[in-house]
């Protein structure tokens, strides 16, 4: 059974950092892209980040030289981390995870999670 778990958000100020994490287990997740997408009130959810399973990334304009995503498996977890530097009030959304595998139906989310920045 997949199983998805996000951790991490919470409330930081502008120009604070923070740390999102999600692991994944109940599926063969060491070969899927992962990725970071969020949603804001309002609007539609949108891409943040993605990475492959060769390490190949993949940055919204908005995340450039600010966010870094990587990711780690072992035998049963895979597990993809989103590093957010400088941060600004207009990151403020609900993140949310997302493992995809090409070329098939499997695409699992995250439930999201909450980040807010604000004085």
């Known amino acids: 059974q997949v199983r998805i778990v996000e951790s991490g958000g919470c409330l930081v100020q502008p120009g604070g950092s923070l740390r999102l994490s999600c692991a994944a287990s109940?599926?063969?997740?060491?070969?899927?892209?992962m990725g970071w997408y969020r949603q804001a009130p309002g609007s539609q959810r949108e891409l943040v980040a993605t990475i492959t399973r060769n390490g190949a990334t993949n940055y919204a304009d908005s995340a450039k030289g600010r966010f870094t995503i990587s990711r780690d498996s072992t035998h049963n977890t895979s597990t993809v981390s989103l590093e957010m530097n400088s941060l600004k009030p207009e990151d403020t959304a609900v993140y949310y995870c997302?493992?995809?595998?090409?070329?098939?139906?499997?695409?699992?989310w995250g439930q999201g999670i909450q980040v807010t920045v604000s004085s």
């Open positions: 109940g599926g063969f997740f060491s070969v899927y892209t």
């Open positions: 997302n493992f995809i595998r090409g070329n098939t139906n499997n695409n699992y």
